[in-house]
């Protein structure tokens, strides 16, 4: 099966038009605190409640596709992801603000399993490489949309939020008039799949996908220690410059978003667990290298990092749909939708250390902490075939 290079531009562009509201809210946030006069705890709060509605039940709208596809549904959710960032500048108490945010989130939520399940059957043979154009599509949306965000409202106000509605518009549009086609291969698997005997998940299934799931923790723990405890680091601890401290987590995700690409590239060459367990070995040695020098020796270090870590989101979703093709929505959100959310329990965890030990001894542990991964990425098999 020969790669659909321009499926998968639709389906990229979708993921970053729908993530850029996922990356427009933490920069709103200390908008919407001067404009509503909240607390620092109601303001963690909308992270909290986007973090549930967007993330942890991706899965739940992943295994309702698998059950009933909703094909259909695909070209509201970016409207939907959109719509409820934008109204939310519009909004003048804080029930009406999170109800917008809850909105956005399940837009946000539904779209990932679905859209994923949909690329896996225009991957062609590079799997990987297919799929990390893809995810590059989420990773350029997280990093546009506070300046999106920053732009409209620093220009228009609050009501400038307004504007984020409009890619997600347009994206809509062009969704319609391509889902036919999109979903056909979809809609030709599921018929396919309900003539055969429904199998349950084997225990070696489970036991792959609960490796699987340990990956997927361990590495969201490391990417979002790194982009917590970076400027704590360098900010609160050494009193050094935050522009310093923000260019160097700006490396670590551009680095991340830009070079997913080269990263499938050279997991379809090793191979994915071959991939995964490199990734785990390099990055202890680099990051103890970055924690211990500067200048722009510390950016190269963190630009790789950023490359392997980011890059393997690509890798475990991928091994997670060929290990159990016929949940592959259900795989998608737990790939994906999980590992955002369970970064917030590394980062309490983190805090936790740090208010402990203090803030070294934190970046001492996430340093350590492909250590971890290494020991959990051994039993990993490489469920595809080159």
């Given at each position: 099966?020969?790669t659909?290079?321009?499926?998968?531009?639709?389906?990229?562009?979708?993921?970053?038009?729908?993530?850029?509201?996922?990356g427009?809210?933490?920069a709103?946030?200390?908008?919407?605190k001067?404009?509503?006069?909240?607390?620092?705890?109601?303001?963690?709060?909308?992270?909290?409640v986007?973090?549930?509605?967007?993330?942890?039940i991706?899965?739940?709208?992943?295994?309702?596709s698998?059950?009933?596809?909703?094909?259909?549904?695909?070209p509201?959710?970016?409207?939907?992801?959109?719509?409820g960032?934008?109204?939310?500048?519009?909004?003048?108490?804080?029930?009406?603000?999170?109800?917008?945010?809850?909105?956005?989130?399940i837009?946000?939520s539904?779209?990932?399993?679905?859209?994923?399940?949909?690329?896996?059957?225009?991957?062609?043979?590079?799997?990987?490489?297919?799929?990390?154009f893809?995810?590059?599509?989420?990773?350029?949306?997280?990093?546009?949309?506070?300046?999106c965000?920053?732009?409209?409202?620093t220009?228009?106000?609050?009501?400038?939020?307004?504007?984020?509605?409009?890619?997600?518009?347009v994206?809509?549009?062009?969704?319609?008039f391509?889902?036919?086609?999109?979903t056909?291969?979809?809609?030709?698997?599921?018929?396919?799949?309900k003539?055969?005997?429904?199998?349950?998940?084997?225990?070696?299934?489970?036991?792959?996908?609960?490796?699987?799931?340990g990956?997927?923790?361990i590495?969201?723990?490391?990417?979002?220690?790194?982009?917590?405890?970076?400027?704590f680091?360098?900010?609160?601890?050494?009193?050094?410059?935050?522009l310093?401290?923000?260019?160097?987590v700006?490396?670590?995700?551009?680095?991340?978003?830009?070079?997913?690409?080269?990263?499938?590239?050279?997991?379809?060459?090793?191979?994915?667990?071959?991939?995964?367990?490199?990734?785990?070995?390099?990055?202890?040695?680099?990051?103890?290298?970055?924690?211990?020098?500067?200048?722009?020796?510390?950016?190269?270090?963190?630009?790789?990092?950023?490359v392997l870590?980011?890059?393997s989101?690509?890798?475990?979703?991928?091994?997670?749909?060929?290990?159990?093709p016929?949940?592959?929505?259900?795989?998608?959100?737990?790939?994906?939708?999980?590992?955002?959310?369970?970064?917030?329990?590394?980062?309490?965890?983190?805090?936790?250390?740090?208010?402990?030990?203090?803030?070294?001894?934190?970046m001492?542990?996430?340093?350590?902490?492909?250590?971890?991964?290494?020991?959990v990425?051994?039993?990993?098999?490489?469920s595809?075939?080159?």
């Open positions: 099966m020969k659909n290079t321009k499926a998968l531009i639709i389906l990229s562009t979708a993921h970053l038009v729908t993530d850029i509201a996922q427009a809210l933490p709103l946030l200390p908008f919407f001067e404009a509503l006069q909240l607390s620092y705890t109601s303001a963690g709060v909308i992270l909290l986007n973090q549930l509605t967007s993330s942890f991706q899965p739940a709208f992943g295994y309702l698998d059950r009933h596809p909703m094909g259909w549904f695909l509201l959710t970016p409207f939907i992801a959109g719509f960032i934008a109204i939310s500048g519009l909004m003048d108490s804080y029930l009406p603000l999170l109800l917008c945010i809850i909105l956005g989130g837009g946000i539904s779209f990932h399993p679905e859209a994923f399940k949909t690329a896996h059957f225009f991957l062609g043979e590079k799997k990987t490489t297919g799929f990390s893809v995810m590059v599509g989420g990773n350029g949306g997280i990093a546009l949309g506070p300046i965000a920053i732009a409209l409202v220009t228009y106000g609050l009501k400038g939020t307004l504007g984020l509605m409009i890619p997600g518009i994206m809509s549009i062009i969704l319609f391509s889902i036919s086609w999109l056909g291969p979809v809609r030709s698997a599921f018929l396919k799949r003539q055969e005997p429904k199998q349950p998940l084997s225990r070696q299934d489970l036991k792959g996908l609960g490796v699987l799931i990956v997927v923790t590495r969201s723990w490391i990417q979002a220690g790194l982009v917590s405890y970076i400027p680091y360098y900010i609160d601890y050494l009193k050094g410059d935050p310093h401290a923000g260019k160097l700006s490396t670590f995700l551009l680095a991340g978003a830009v070079g997913s690409i080269f990263g499938g590239a050279l997991a379809d060459w090793l191979g994915n667990r071959r991939f995964l367990l490199i990734t785990m070995i390099v990055l202890t040695p680099l990051l103890i290298l970055f924690y211990n020098v500067g200048g722009l020796t510390a950016y190269i270090c963190l630009a790789i990092a950023g870590l980011i890059s989101i690509t890798v475990t979703t991928l091994m997670g749909q060929m290990l159990l016929q949940h592959l929505g259900m795989i998608s959100g737990l790939m994906v939708g999980f590992s955002v959310g369970v970064s917030g329990i590394g980062v309490t965890l983190l805090g936790a250390v740090a208010d402990t030990w203090g803030v070294p001894v934190a001492k542990a996430v340093i350590l902490l492909p250590v971890v991964g290494l020991l990425t051994l039993p990993v098999k490489d595809l075939k080159k």
